[in-house]
Structure formats: C-alpha cells, structure tokens
C-alpha cells in the first residue's frame, strides 16, 4: 500500500510507516510485524556435498 500509513494493532497500540510504499505482514512471522520482511519465503537450503566430486583419480 502506499504511505504513510497507521495501523492501529490488536493491543491498541499505533504502527507508523513513513515508506512511500508499505508491505503489510499477514503470515505473523514478520520481526518487524506489522511490517512485511519477507519471513514467509521459503529459505533455500544448502547443497549437500556430492561424495562423487573431489576424489583424486
């Protein structure tokens, strides 16, 4: 959404973003919740080393 934006949270209290484009969280897994951070991507995981590669011939 387009800012600044309030948004006044299940507690009472007020988030404020002064951003001149706001992504609001929905998933809850947010660190800066009310604020999107991208928490609710799927993190990549490290390729397992392949047993084949690296033995001298």
């Given at each position: ?11 009472g209290t ?44």
């Amino acid at each position: 959404m387009e800012g600044p934006v309030e948004i006044v949270l299940d507690d009472g209290t007020v988030a404020r973003s002064d951003r001149f484009v706001v992504a609001m969280c929905t998933c809850r897994r947010s660190r800066t919740y009310p604020w999107c951070d991208t928490s609710h991507r799927p993190r990549a995981r490290a390729a397992a080393p392949n047993p084949e590669e690296g033995t001298a011939s």
